[in-house]
């Protein structure tokens, strides 16, 4: 029975506080985690789901002490390995709400080829990437989303590597949900967490999150309150993509698959490209603009539904083989075949 209803088989009534947990909060002060970690806690309770099915699982790095600091079930595992543990617990426990903490580093270097296949397979996960740019737990190595030519203590003259673009790599590996949003701002933050929450597949979130003490303002055109007017688009399923001052809205028109500048009063309403997040291709293309050239686009990229969960796909085959040949024997399997004894 349900200590906050009363119910048998009700959903607990939480607030923020029932998924703070009793541990420190261990970041700098001032990184950006801490708003994400708020944000979260704040949107746990709108999901409607019991704490003791929702698990948090995690890499290496900043962002992935994130399990200690939710009152939830949790796992911190080791470096770029938490999809591969994150898709386990799903084909076991399929009811349960997973969600998978990572970072550019841990999810896009040495994670990269998990957090590939946990996407293109479609596991029921929801996947939280924070971005700032750098190692942060290791204290300031450039990272796979760096831009090119960035200082840093492993790259003094320089990096020669062109930087990750996480949505692009989301959306090539045929993720179904995919979206990106910022630490500063927290209502849209919340928003998105909760549309991918409830995604059914592979929900990717890039959330650009400052590192105040190795990458300080690596989205200081976002957070500057000039520049962010002039650069940020909000993608809206049905909506023109247009951004801007009132008085000097700019606009996107495409010329083929090519996308274009334009001043919205110079153009006929009917030519503005119109946002669809059913459209992979148009994500695509999207997920791959930024400034000083385009706009930088937050929010909702893609979202597919109705596609089948690798689990699902598993768990049928499982069933079908079951009701062809029973349920099977574990201790017969193993001593089957050429077994021998060891005198």
């Not at 996960?125 to 450039?142: A, D, E, S």
């Not at 059914?200 to 690596?218: P, R, T």
């Not at 385009?294 to 009701?323: A, D, M």
Request: a neutral charge; aromatic letters at 8%.
């Amino acid at each position: 029975m349900s200590p906050a209803t009363g119910a048998p088989g009700a959903t607990p009534k939480y607030t923020k506080k029932d998924f703070e947990s009793d541990q420190d909060v261990r970041w700098c002060p001032g990184c950006g985690d801490y708003a994400i970690l708020s944000a979260v806690q704040k949107t746990m309770p709108d999901l409607g789901i019991p704490r003791e099915d929702i698990v948090f699982i995690s890499g290496i790095g900043c962002s992935s002490r994130f399990p200690y600091y939710m009152n939830t079930y949790g796992f911190h595992t080791i470096h770029g390995r938490a999809p591969a543990i994150a898709t386990g617990l799903k084909l076991a426990r399929p009811e349960l709400k997973v969600f998978v903490i990572t970072g550019d580093g841990d999810g896009l270097s040495i994670g990269g080829n998990h957090l590939l296949h946990v996407l293109r397979r479609n596991v029921d996960v929801t996947i939280l990437l924070f971005n700032n740019r750098i190692y942060g737990l290791t204290k300031g190595q450039y990272s796979p989303t760096s831009e090119l030519g960035k200082v840093t203590k492993s790259t003094p003259v320089g990096s020669a590597d062109r930087p990750v673009s996480p949505c692009s790599f989301a959306l090539a590996t045929g993720a179904t949900f995919v979206a990106r949003t910022l630490d500063r701002n927290i209502a849209h933050m919340e928003e998105t967490l909760k549309r991918a929450a409830v995604h059914k597949g592979a929900a990717f979130i890039e959330i650009l999150q400052n590192c105040n003490v190795y990458n300080d303002m690596a989205w200081g055109t976002l957070y500057d309150r000039e520049s962010k007017v002039l650069h940020e688009l909000r993608l809206q399923h049905g909506k023109p993509l247009v951004w801007g001052p009132v008085d000097d809205r700019r606009g996107l028109v495409l010329e083929g698959v090519k996308p274009k500048v334009v001043k919205v009063a110079d153009v006929p309403e009917s030519q503005l490209w119109v946002h669809d997040e059913t459209d992979a291709g148009a994500a695509a293309v999207l997920a791959q603009l930024w400034a000083p050239d385009y706009p930088i686009p937050l929010g909702v990229f893609t979202n597919r539904t109705g596609e089948t969960t690798y689990e699902e796909i598993l768990i049928q085959q499982e069933q079908k083989v079951i009701s062809e040949r029973g349920p099977g024997d574990i201790g017969k399997l193993l001593m089957s075949g050429e077994t021998w004894k060891i005198g």
